[in-house]
């Protein structure tokens, strides 16, 4: 069975630092481009990050950039993000999600698994 | 920076046909997809690539492009229908993925 399980939300303070991680299985997960994907409560889908399938790509959501870290590790099927100087505006649902394709070129491809997501909340 | 536009809801009676439209200048140069997200659960992708259903998406599902709009209807409306519909694509320059704001589907 594909899929992808999240991991390493929780309440953190603004300011502070935070890393999810995500694991893959049942799918060669080094043959697809990963992304990061969150939704605030009652709030719709926002893309963060997405990664080809060996790092060699990466790109970030204008609202995360330079604070966020998108990686991965192959040998061990994850996925990772590194949040830090974290604001109350990134609380939210963190899903993990499988592309369709290496990730390596400037077409979009689909998002065909998702995880069920991890639930971040920055607040003091 | 890019943005796709949805209507907030739409609403229809059982067996009627919906349509859901969103709009973006890239919508030519980018593919679009449609996930289907109902409460409490992950998004699903119900079609890919303008208009390719994924296997298991029943048939009343239909994606259509136009231009900078692109349509998602469905035939033949089925209470289990009601969820919230985003549209998805990147901007030209595939570096930036982006969803739409997220219709409603309502079924009367």
């Known amino acids: 069975e594909v899929q992808l399980v999240e991991a390493g939300g929780g309440l953190v303070q603004p300011g502070r630092s935070l890393r999810v991680s995500c694991v893959a299985s049942g799918f060669t997960f080094d043959d697809y481009g990963m992304h990061w994907v969150r939704q605030a409560p009652g709030k719709g889908l926002e893309w963060v990050s997405g990664m080809s399938w060996n790092g060699g790509k990466v790109d970030y959501a204008d609202s995360v950039k330079g604070r966020f870290t998108m990686s991965r590790d192959n040998a061990k099927n994850s996925l990772y993000l590194q949040m830090n100087s974290l604001t109350v505006e990134d609380t939210a649902l963190y899903y993990c999600a499988k592309g369709t394709d290496p990730g390596e070129t400037t077409i979009l491809y689909a998002f065909d698994v998702w995880g069920q997501g991890t639930m971040v909340t920055v607040s003091s | 920076s890019y943005e796709l536009t949805q209507p907030p809801s739409v609403s229809v009676s059982p067996g009627q046909t919906a349509r859901i439209t969103c709009s973006g200048d890239?919508?030519?140069?980018?593919?679009a997809f449609w996930y289907q997200q109902k409460p409490g659960q992950a998004p699903v992708l119900m079609i890919y690539e303008d208009s390719v259903r994924p296997s298991g998406i029943p048939e009343r599902f239909s994606g259509s492009p136009s231009g900078t709009t692109v349509t998602l209807t469905i035939s033949g409306v089925q209470s289990e229908d009601e969820a919230d519909y985003y549209c998805?694509?990147?901007?030209?320059?595939?570096?930036?993925?982006?969803f739409g704001g997220g219709t409603r589907l309502t079924v009367l």
């Open positions: 998805q694509s990147a901007d030209s320059s595939g570096s930036h993925v982006v």
């Open positions: 890239a919508l030519p140069k980018q593919y």
